[in-house]
């Protein structure tokens, strides 16, 4: 099974970039397709998860453009070029290559300084 | 816009049964696989199950399968989950995940807003 591992807790002064990491037990690579099947996903509080990057560095529709995805092989990074207050949250990552089964790392949580 | 609704969660005994229904709009629902995620309160996502567009495939985590059935009526739009001898630890919030599609292979999960499930 493919474990993905997320550091716990960052804390970011507003204005400030924030960087999280994502680091696969395993590539994350189809060699068929050339892709990488790498997402991540922020939970607001007491809200359901949204899709903020898809395929390593796709940004989902409406996600704003100061969140971008990077990596590859078997590390990940989300930055956020400027912390906003309304993205405190946990973000998760999950990997889709072992197919069908997906596996998310255990979350980070950004908090405010 | 993706909308997933989901319904049928609630307080069981363990032992018990319950059947969760997702209702899917506006996509191709027939186009896309599936999945149940669920979060245990104050943890994090561990995916359930999933399901092929036309719902010939069916995988489960380890942790469910033989308990739970996933299910679909591409003619209704729904998805479903079947959860029997549920336990203690069964106990969460349950989302209904618009998956990969057959011509969007790509893109990540979109989810539901999810529905309780309590074991005691």
């Known amino acids: 099974d493919i474990v993905m591992t997320q550091t716990p807790l960052l804390a970011v002064t507003p204005g400030e970039p924030a960087s999280i990491s994502c680091r696969s037990s395993?590539?994350?690579?189809?060699?068929?397709?050339?892709?990488?099947?790498l997402d991540w996903y922020l939970q607001k509080p007491g809200q359901s998860p949204q899709l903020l990057i898809y395929?390593?560095?796709f940004r989902a529709s409406g996600v704003p453009d100061r969140f971008t995805g990077s990596g590859s092989g078997t590390d990940f990074t989300l930055n956020i070029s400027r912390v906003e207050p309304e993205d405190i949250g946990v973000y998760y990552c999950m990997q889709r290559v072992a197919f069908p089964s997906r596996t998310f790392g255990q979350g980070t949580k950004l908090e405010i300084k | 816009e993706v909308q997933l609704v989901e319904s049928g969660g609630g307080l069981v005994q363990p032992g018990g049964s319950l059947r969760l229904s997702c209702a899917a709009s506006p996509f191709t629902f027939n186009a896309y696989w599936m999945s149940w995620v669920r979060q245990a309160p104050g943890k994090g996502l561990e995916w359930v199950a999933n399901i092929k567009y036309d719902g010939s495939e069916e995988y489960y985590a380890d942790s469910v399968k033989g308990r739970f059935t996933i299910s679909r009526d591409n003619g209704k739009n729904s998805l479903y989950l079947e959860m029997n001898s549920l336990r203690v630890e069964d106990t969460a919030v349950y989302y209904c995940?618009?998956?990969?599609?057959?011509?969007?292979?790509?893109?990540?999960?979109?989810w539901g807003q999810g529905t309780l499930v309590t074991v005691s």
């Open positions: 995940a618009r998956d990969t599609g057959y011509y969007d292979i790509l893109s990540g999960l979109y």
């Open positions: 395929t390593v560095a």
């Open positions: 395993r590539r994350l690579l189809v060699s068929v397709d050339g892709n990488t099947y």
